[in-house]
């Protein structure tokens, strides 16, 4: 009998040592996991963000033209208005965003132009008492930071004035001589002063 009992002891230790027992969850080691569990929350929703954040960001890169595309597209803009017809202007006409009347250039009209796969252009044309027509483009510029000050460029016999009001880039193409195109860029760029000086004082 007495080797039967040393024979259980000696079988009940091994199956203690094989299968040790669990210890007991205290209220501290049953919280770690939940605390484990919202912070995996917290980062999986931390990187969704981020992801979109980037997303948005690329897309606002692709959809906004940089400066060379958008001046390249007013130098084309300008030789299909020089060569078009005002009635073909008129038909897709859009609300004129500056009077140049000053400068002696009265609205045809404009429209939607593509400037690149995935990004767009309004066109504007105008024209002065001569014949003359001057294109005004405008695109979206969230990404790059504001010059209120137009800036000129010159392609051949053609002249770019560009600038950044807004949100917006603008660039205003015409030939060098004609007769109100930088009279127009002034009238453009110092439409917005006025407010300027008002909401400083």
Do not use: C, K
């Amino acid at each position: 009998e007495w080797h039967r009992i040393l024979f259980y002891r000696r079988l009940n230790a091994q199956i203690r040592d094989a299968y040790p027992a669990r210890p007991a969850q205290t209220p501290h080691s049953r919280a770690a996991p939940a605390r484990s569990r919202r912070a995996l929350r917290y980062a999986i929703a931390l990187a969704a963000a981020l992801a979109l954040a980037g997303a948005a960001v690329a897309w606002i890169g692709v959809t906004e033209p940089s400066q060379q595309v958008l001046n390249n597209a007013a130098v084309m803009a300008l030789m299909e208005a020089e060569n078009g017809q005002p009635e073909a202007l008129e038909a897709g006409a859009a609300r004129a965003p500056f009077d140049f009347g000053a400068a002696g250039l009265h609205f045809l009209g404009g429209g939607e132009v593509r400037v690149g796969p995935f990004a767009s252009a309004q066109r504007y044309v105008y024209e002065n008492n001569q014949g003359e027509r001057v294109v005004l483009l405008a695109s979206r510029a969230w990404l790059a930071g504001a010059a209120p000050q137009w800036s000129a460029h010159r392609a051949g016999p053609l002249r770019l004035l560009m600038w950044r009001e807004h949100g917006t880039r603008w660039v205003l193409a015409g030939n060098a001589q004609t007769r109100g195109l930088m009279r127009a860029a002034d009238l453009a760029t110092l439409a917005a002063q006025p407010a300027r000086e008002g909401e400083g004082s």
